[in-house]
């Protein structure tokens, strides 16, 4: 069983990168009355406590949203999402990707969510507690080329591993091309670490040879202690909505501009 808990990294710079980014595309497909699917692979537990010890020991949060949250407009739907999130469960309270996609999604729309770590899971469900999901504990990756395409077809698919599993580099670009061969209409989000060694490069480089209109949008920031590998975030995006491309460069500058 893998090893990774995103407690000690919950509202870094990475997950203001990934989080904002997400929320506007949630906030845009929702413009549209039409329904739709929301898929993620690797839920983690939904919720995260920013006054836990294990938040505390690396102090990724304060040098993420905790000092950055202010750049953000009231109404960005990523905020929106955070203050939702604080209201229901403490002002120490963090949303990861599912529970920001429940604050933004509607009655209409589908939450699929996987999550394989057993206490993980166990935690995904008592966070989603009140929010209609489907959450199964399964190999997320496995799911979604299962489920796909999804009803209603119109939708989203976040892929965010830890990549723990060195393989995954390699893996994906096969699997993002399996799904979207099913799936040709959805949007297909997939982040990584941008690391000092950059294992992410020949994996966009092969996602790029086998799709012509991939999206990457990417951030830098210094590491946030010594010894740190991590030296930015970055999203691919298939069928990226109209306008990602100018929201990504907004939020790169306040991360950029939050660096001072």
């Known amino acids: 069983m893998l090893s990774y808990q995103h407690l000690y990294h919950a509202g870094n710079l990475a997950d203001l990168h990934k989080h904002a980014l997400l929320a ?8 549209k009355d039409k329904p739709l699917s929301y898929l993620e692979t690797h839920a983690g537990r939904g919720l995260y406590a920013l006054d836990a010890p294990e938040a505390r020991k690396t102090g990724e949060a304060q040098a993420g949203i905790l000092r950055l949250e202010q750049s953000f407009a009231p109404e ?11 209201k229901a469960h403490g002002p120490a309270a963090y949303p990861g990707s599912p529970l ?10 589908g939450l699929t969510l996987a999550e394989l770590h057993p206490q993980e899971f166990a935690a995904l469900k008592q966070s989603m507690a009140g929010h209609f999901a489907y959450i199964r504990q399964c190999d997320g990756l496995e799911m979604a080329l299962a489920l796909c395409p999804p009803t209603p077809r119109r939708g989203v698919l976040m892929i965010d591993p830890s990549y723990e599993v060195k393989s995954d580099y390699v893996t994906l670009p096969k699997l993002i091309t399996d799904i979207r061969r099913k799936w040709n209409v ?19 480089a092969s996602l790029a040879a086998q799709h012509a209109d991939l999206a990457v949008f990417e951030t830098r920031f210094p590491p946030i202690r ?3 590998r991590m030296t930015g975030s970055g999203l691919a995006v298939l069928n990226a909505p109209w306008g990602m491309a100018e929201e990504a460069r907004r939020i790169d500058a306040l991360i950029r501009a939050g660096q001072g």
């Open 76 to 86: 960005h739907p990523y905020r929106r999402a955070v203050t939702a999130t604080r």
């Open 100 to 109: 920001i996609a429940a604050h933004l999604l509607r009655p209409q729309d």
């Open 24 to 31: 506007w595309v949630l906030e845009y497909m929702t413009a």
């Open 226 to 228: 010594e010894g740190h």
């Open 186 to 204: 959805g949007v297909i989000l997939l982040w990584y670490p941008v690391l000092l060694s950059e294992p992410h490069v020949p994996m966009l």
